[in-house]
């Protein structure tokens, strides 16, 4: 067959491509150059084309597809000694080099240094489907793949198979070798192989050495040297038993056997327990040497490569490789494959077996033994998907407008699959891989991915494979969204030397690269001539994130859930950096599949609702879109659950909706107070008749709705003159100021006064400054509970359904800086409130059940005429945080009406916006004082005195004044 037959064939034909990398050694020393789908498949064999070609790459390729072309090779890249005519579905495989070049970079390497990833064209000869109705161009179009790196990195990575010939078989032959020691630890001279990599010169650079060296680790492992099988207790398992996912690297030595073929995913996995190992090695080196408060916590891959323990630890000949491996100034793999740049058919085979036996290699740089750790003890320790099932919020009942409907929806869409026939659910997952939002060559990925979340609820291998998936095709949206409104250069889309990525997260660096899934994207301002050093220092304007407008509410709020919030699973984070527990990666089938997390459920969901909605929207450049497609409607069962997932789901962890929820909840709680205080604060004096007038006078307070154990209303008798003090200290009128040494009564007395003088301020500041959605003056609800038409004030409503996107997109410019600081406050108020409840409660049970000392009822007495001042403290501070969350409110209303403002730093919309912001940590330092005040007897007694000192300092502070100023 020749090279324009087999173009034809493809031209003809609509099957997908198979994405599959190929192996260097794939069966046996002499390397085929076809692919072998999935054995339960009945998908064809499927043989790759790459054509290169030069600029002229249009007439080439139109001359190759003209019917009366006789050419039968690709003659215009005859300079990469690559030469194939497909031959009875068989490359030529007369050249051995060749053909070793072909098969490990696959299609991607071949550029030459004039060429482009524009030019790369990947077509699959497939037989021939007799009902298909794409034209040859549609095919042609859909067939062009275009890497998602950048020219330069490009020729850094594959500069290797440019190399002469020769130049690469003398590099193979002059490596020294890996080895088993007696142990079963990997090892290689690693003084050698840097001397080596040192001595190439010019003739090879250290990347080129690197490769040279993982395909001698591809054939080390193809020879069967290393078996790391749990139950072959091979002494290679032996040695490495004692790591921390020790069980999971036989499962990633099966996904690099050929027979499986997850070259792709293998990496994914065993990069993610090398840096766990490597994590692990630093952290037992610094515990010798460091203490636990100076030892850093969560070390990223390159900050350990960076850091002095294990530069000390590893030879340097490891660590250089290490460095060449995984840095930016090498070959960065584990980047360009975890955020999604390198489709599964780009990458090599050799670089997964080669981070395989570095793993292997580092058991003997451990100072414990190679003893098998207890596999429950070690699984404890790490994160587990399914342990935020229970912190996933159900969606406000205001929000829903429908009774009923509260809690999201009953059955996760995986199980929803399972349940249809399996025709119907290949038909789905077909569709739903191939959709335009998903880039092309990931598409067989994404199905395989599906096929084992649903048919064996491999949770960890649908999100190890769908990670690098979505990322990548969030960042082609986030371009074509984002390009014309924030003048980014097409370049985003691309892996790129000397630049940051734009990546799914990374918190920390989002003000030096753009951030996805970040509410703002940073404008392009271009290379002013200005070094990376003053670049830092300016600051750089920003316009709001389109995705943010355009994506389905549902998968955005899922999305920002999961990767984004702080106080989230930070998903992607656990499982790339090794923290996550990978105990059930491909484990073997249980009669009853295991029931899907609430995390990878909600993310299943939000990434079929994102490949669904992108078929209505045009022009996605992505992926190939199919001529006219014929969309088929929904089965009932997924149209159902995506109607009720888009409906009912909410932000469980984005700071501004869990303040909302844990405020609203906190007003629960005071209200309940509320009323539990009216019943103690409505008493009837009256004075007890002492027939020995040398002794002191007593008054009996009777508590007229508080019943004792007879039925018969609760009264405390005490010294008249210690109520008359707490009468006379909490009058209106009293001024205790002038009083150097205050007693108690008189320091509460005092703190009324304050309470008064600032909760007055805050009310002014919510009437002039804020306004509902009708347009009516705002007042705060928390005070309000004091007052005389606290009942007529609704509870707290900040989430207008209009409003959801706009929420979402706050950010910490806005005021979210100090997110965490009132969550503490919210909760240490609703701490203190039921639990100052809760002590008044057991001291009034011991004096019912006559078992109360007279330190019992004296510290009865004291909390109740404490009790108004201390209920006032709590929502005074409480209403100090729902100021900040009205502006915030207020904020994301403004964004709605001024949609493209050019700049995340203009002026708070409150002028007291920003103090109030400030304010909030000298707080929560007042706050927590509090909690003291909650205690028993004489430690409450003098705690409370300071707690009342401490709050009478914050009230009179500067800062109080600043933010809530007094009338002048």
């Not at 030529?92 to 696959?106: I, K, L, P």
Request: aromatic share 8%.
């Amino acid at each position: 067959m020749s090279v324009v037959a087999a173009l034809g064939s493809l031209l003809d034909s609509a099957h997908p491509i198979d994405e599959r990398p190929l192996s260097l050694f794939q069966g046996s020393s002499s390397s085929t150059a076809h692919f072998q789908p999935d054995a339960k498949k009945s998908a064809p064999m499927v043989t790759i084309v790459a054509a290169v070609s030069t600029p002229n790459v249009d007439d080439t390729c139109d001359a190759l597809l003209e019917p009366d072309a006789e050419a039968d090779t690709f003659s215009e890249i005859d300079d990469l000694d690559v030469v194939d005519v497909l031959e009875d579905d068989e490359p030529n495989m007369e050249d051995g080099a060749n053909v070793r070049r072909w098969c490990q970079s696959c299609f991607s390497c071949l550029l030459p240094q004039a060429a482009t990833p524009q030019h790369v064209s990947l077509r699959a000869k497939v037989s021939a489907t007799p009902d298909s109705s794409m034209s040859r161009s549609a095919m042609l179009a859909a067939s062009m793949y275009r890497p998602s790196l950048s020219s330069a990195v490009h020729d850094a990575l594959y500069s290797f198979w440019r190399l002469p010939a020769s130049t690469r078989s003398s590099l193979q032959a002059s490596l020294p070798k890996f080895r088993l020691d007696v142990d079963g630890v990997a090892t290689l001279d690693w003084n050698s192989w840097l001397r080596f990599a040192h001595a190439t010169g010019g003739s090879a650079n250290e990347i080129e050495t690197t490769w040279a060296l993982a395909i001698e680790a591809e054939q080390f492992i193809a020879n069967g040297a290393v078996n790391l099988d749990r139950d072959s207790q091979h002494s290679s398992w032996r040695a490495v038993c004692s790591l921390t996912h020790s069980s999971s690297l036989g499962k990633v030595a099966l996904m690099l056997n050929d027979d499986a073929g997850d070259f792709f995913l293998a990496f994914v996995v065993g990069v993610t327990i090398l840096e766990k190992t490597l994590y692990d090695l630093h952290d037992e080196r610094s515990s010798c040497r460091d203490s636990a408060k100076t030892r850093r916590k969560n070390m990223i891959l390159r900050d350990l490569l960076h850091s002095e323990t294990l530069v000390a630890t590893l030879p340097d000949g490891l660590l250089r490789l290490l460095k060449i491996l995984f840095l930016p100034s090498g070959l960065n793999l584990r980047n360009l494959v975890w955020h999604g740049f390198m489709a599964p058919a780009e990458f090599p085979k050799c670089f997964g077996c080669l981070t395989l036996l570095l793993i292997v290699t580092l058991p003997t740089y451990f100072d414990r033994p190679s003893k098998k750790l207890d596999d429950k003890t070690v699984d404890a320790e790490l994160f587990h998907i399914g342990s935020f099932d229970t912190k996933f919020a159900a969606r406000p009942a205001e929000i829903l407008g429908v009774e009923g409907d509260e809690g999201g929806p009953q059955q996760d869409l995986v199980e929803v699959l399972r349940q249809e026939t399996p025709a119907t659910r290949d038909a789905w997952i077909a569709r739903w891989s191939n959709a335009p939002f998903i880039p092309l060559g990931r598409s067989n990925l994404l199905r395989r991915a599906t096929e084992a979340l649903v048919e064996r609820g491999d949770e960890l291998w649908f999100l190890f494979a769908i990670f690098p998936v979505l990322e990548h095709a969030l960042r082609l949206a986030f371009l074509r969204v984002n390009q014309q409104r924030a003048a980014l250069s097409s370049a985003y889309g691309l892996a790129q030397i000397d630049a940051y990525y734009s990546t799914l997260d990374g918190f920390g660096q989002k003000d030096k690269h753009q951030v996805l899934l970040h509410p703002v994207v940073l404008l392009d301002n271009g290379n002013d001539g200005s070094t990376s050093e003053e670049k830092d220092e300016i600051s750089r304007d920003a316009v709001p994130n389109a995705l943010y407008e355009q994506l389905p509410f549902a998968s955005l709020v899922v999305l920002l859930d999961l990767f984004m919030m702080s106080s989230g699973p930070n998903l992607r984070a656990k499982l790339c950096h090794g923290e996550a527990s990978l105990s059930k990666l491909l484990a073997k089938s249980e009669p009853k599949r295991p029931a899907t997390s609430s995390a990878t459920g909600r993310l299943f969901g939000a990434l079929v609702l994102l490949c669904e909605s992108c078929w209505d929207v045009p022009d996605q450049p992505s992926s190939p879109a199919p001529a006219e497609p014929t969309l088929l409607p929904l089965p009932a069962s997924i149209s159902h659950y995506l109607t009720s997932f888009s409906a009912d789901l909410t932000s469980s962890f984005h700071p501004f909706y869990r303040l909302h929820r844990i405020l609203r909840e906190a007003h629960d709680v005071a209200s309940e107070f509320a009323a539990f205080r009216a019943l103690w604060t409505a008493y009837r004096l009256e004075e007890v008749h002492v027939d020995n007038e040398s002794k002191s006078q007593v008054s009996r307070v009777e508590f007229t709705s508080i019943a004792a154990i007879d039925g018969v209303p609760f009264t405390l008798t005490e010294k008249t003159e210690r109520v008359a003090e707490f009468q006379a200290a909490l009058a209106p009128t009293t001024d205790a100021r002038a009083v150097k040494k205050k007693s108690f009564a008189q320091l509460i007395g005092q703190l009324q006064g304050q309470l008064d003088g600032v909760a007055a301020r805050i009310r002014a500041d919510f009437y002039v400054n804020h306004r509902s959605s009708t347009g009516e003056p705002r007042c705060s609800v928390f005070l309000a509970l004091q007052d005389d038409k606290g009942t007529a004030v609704d509870p707290l409503h900040l989430l207008e359904k209009s409003m959801e996107r706009n929420l979402l997109a706050l950010s910490d410019q806005d005021g979210l800086s100090v997110a965490s600081c009132m969550v503490e406050i919210i909760s240490c108020c609703r701490r203190s409130l039921q639990t100052f409840r809760s002590r008044i409660e057991q001291l009034q049970q011991l004096v019912s059940q006559g078992k109360a000392r007279t330190n019992h009822r004296r510290s009865l007495l004291t909390s109740i005429f404490f009790l108004f001042v201390f209920e006032r403290m709590q929502l005074v501070s409480l209403s100090i945080v729902e100021h900040q969350l009205v502006h915030l409110h207020d904020v994301a209303a403004e964004m709605a009406n001024k949609p493209l403002k050019q700049s995340a730093y203009d002026p708070p919309l409150c002028p007291q916006a920003t103090l109030v912001e400030q304010l909030q940590r000298k707080l929560l330092q007042c706050i927590t004082s509090f909690e003291g005040c909650t205690g028993s007897s004489e430690a409450s007694q003098k705690s409370g005195e300071q707690a009342v000192e401490r709050a009478l300092q914050f009230l009179s502070s500067k800062a109080v004044k600043a933010a809530f100023p007094p009338p002048q």
